[in-house]
């Protein structure tokens, strides 16, 4: 499908959409369009628009995983815990994305091996990672890190952009790429539209599957560590309820919720708009409840609008014939 085809399509819909939040976000204030802001912009919603990267291909592949928020603040809290037991920052974050790596592996292989279905797998992931990372801390607040740590999530800077943006950057790169452009992009479509078909044509789906897991581990664990970095200290329930915003982005990016469609234009789209759409809330003093009903609602449509356009395309082409 050619670029403009897509801009006539869901894509052109979000463009749009796009085109009047920020239109009213500047009738807001003067400041909307100002450098400073624009980072802020992403900073504050970093870490979920980094792990809705991979969460694109584990979606597209047919599958989801719920238990990336959990992830992520399990991967602080062993950082955290190991640091308050004398272990220095840099060893507590390799074991950190080491432990994430093993949280995607254990639900991959649920998955991919056991075949139980990963909203069952995830769902228990994300209850049980949660509970280990509570362990951990119990209720306090682990900080005091080093200012090298901490400026890795507030300060640390490549020209305007934080090094949290430079590394969401570089991972939708590598996420273009692989999706859209590699023979191993081409098997989460394929596995997606069909799973018996790819198994029957040769593909080692278990393995596909397994891997996408893995790197969803490993990026959720990343994702913690830089909110740990920004905020500066590690609680027990870190990140709770991110998977909602995650999954929304990915959902109204075009991305089928059943799996084989969906393309990485669709989700920066999404990402842009759902940013935009809560700055323009904070700008208008909208409260963080009201701002999470309204991305509930997305996520809703989400899956709604694209079905719904299915369906009457289908019921409209059979009156054709």
Known sequence: MT??????????????LLVVIAALNISYSPYYLGVGNIVNLFQLEIEKIIVAL??????IN????????????????????????GVSVPVGCVVAI????????????????????SLAVTLAGLIGYRGIARILIEDRAIGGYPDWFNRLG??????PLTISIVIF?????????VLHGSAFGRLVYVMGNSLEAARYSGVRTKRVKLALFVASGIIAALAGLLYA????????????????????????GGVSIFGGSGNIVGVGLSILVILNLR?????????????????GALLILSVLVPNMAQTLHGKWKGRET
Do not use: K
């Open 3 to 16: 670029v403009l085809a897509r801009l006539r399509g869901w894509e052109g819909l979000l463009l749009a």
């Open 54 to 59: 991979v969460m694109t291909l584990i979606i």
């Open 62 to 85: 047919g599958e989801i995983d719920l238990s990336v928020a959990s992830v992520m603040g399990l991967s602080a809290c062993v950082m955290a815990y190991l640091f308050h037991q």
């Open 98 to 117: 080491v432990v994430g790596a093993l949280a995607g592996l254990n639900n991959g292989f649920w998955t991919a091996y056991v075949g139980l279905p």
């Open 154 to 159: 507030q300060q640390a800077q490549v020209g």
């Open 169 to 177: 950057l570089v991972l939708l790169a590598i996420v273009a790429v």
């Open 229 to 252: 970095a920004r905020l500066g200290s590690v609680r027990g329930d870190m990140a709770q309820g991110f998977e909602l915003d995650i999954i929304t982005i990915v959902l109204l």
């Open 279 to 295: 700055n323009g809330m904070g700008l208008a003093d909208i409260t963080g409840n009201t701002q999470t009903s309204v991305i």
